[in-house]
């Protein structure tokens, strides 16, 4: 049987979804810039249009499937390009670039925390959850999605491992040696990232990083935004 809110969980976590990986890929691009590589401004990447950065498959597609089986909502757009030859201090640089988007979507969290605490306070308390007939419910639903999608996007990135934003981190701190056998990891990224989102879990349960390490402490870093609207744990 068909779910009659599916249409309302889509919208309450798709769109603060796109919202948030459109940040997160336009702070790499602007900061790449900053420090001297304008590719991502030359290809027109630094803008908030999400039409140029989606990627059907993990802006849209993953998410909704995620979203249907009640499991945690996550996904990736078009990578923003940089070219980090042309920056000026590529190891270092590369690796803010890298952090620059878990910051950015750890940013928003903090303000969608705020907002939420302050929609609750206008609103007299929290409305029925779930409720698409309501206004208020959809957006309080709405912001506490933005709240837990970037956080989650943001501690998903830092896995150290390529093609993960964490991986560029580690690449930027081992011996220049390593860093390049290290930097090859990033040819085998999508399968590397299929198989531990579906391969692994299938295996083992027990193996299942997502649901067992970065579900953890996403959540403990969820509780820790939403004591920002005195809603931690909820």
């Not at 249009?49 to 078009?78: C, E, Q, S, Y």
Request: aromatic share 10%; proline share 9%.
């Amino acid at each position: 049987m068909t779910d009659p809110n599916l249409p309302y969980t889509i919208a309450v976590w798709l769109i603060p979804l796109v919202i948030a990986i459109v940040f997160h890929e336009v702070a790499h691009g602007y900061v790449a810039r900053v420090f001297g590589d304008p590719t991502a401004d030359q290809l027109g990447r630094l803008t908030l249009n999400p039409i140029r950065h989606v990627d059907p498959i993990g802006t849209v597609v993953l998410p909704m499937i995620l979203a249907i089986a009640h499991a945690p909502i996550f996904g990736w757009a078009k990578p923003v390009p940089v070219d980090a030859m042309r920056l000026r201090n590529p190891r270092r640089d590369m690796m803010l670039v890298a952090l620059a988007g878990p910051a950015t979507n750890f940013v928003l969290a903090t303000f969608a925390a705020l907002s939420l605490g302050a929609f609750v306070g206008l609103h007299g308390g929290i409305p029925a959850q779930g409720a698409p007939h309501t206004v208020a419910g959809f957006v309080f639903d709405s912001l506490y999605s933005f709240v837990l999608v970037n956080v989650f996007l943001g501690v998903f990135n830092l896995i150290p491992l390529p093609p993960f934003d964490g991986g560029h981190v580690v690449q930027g701190l081992l011996p220049r040696a390593a860093a390049i056998q290290y930097s090859k990891l990033a040819r085998f990224g999508f399968p590397l990232l299929l198989f531990l989102l579906f391969v692994l879990p299938m295996i083992s349960p027990q193996a299942d990083i997502v649901r067992r390490v970065i579900g953890p402490i996403a959540s403990a870093a969820a509780d820790f935004f939403l004591g920002f609207a005195q809603l931690g744990g909820l």
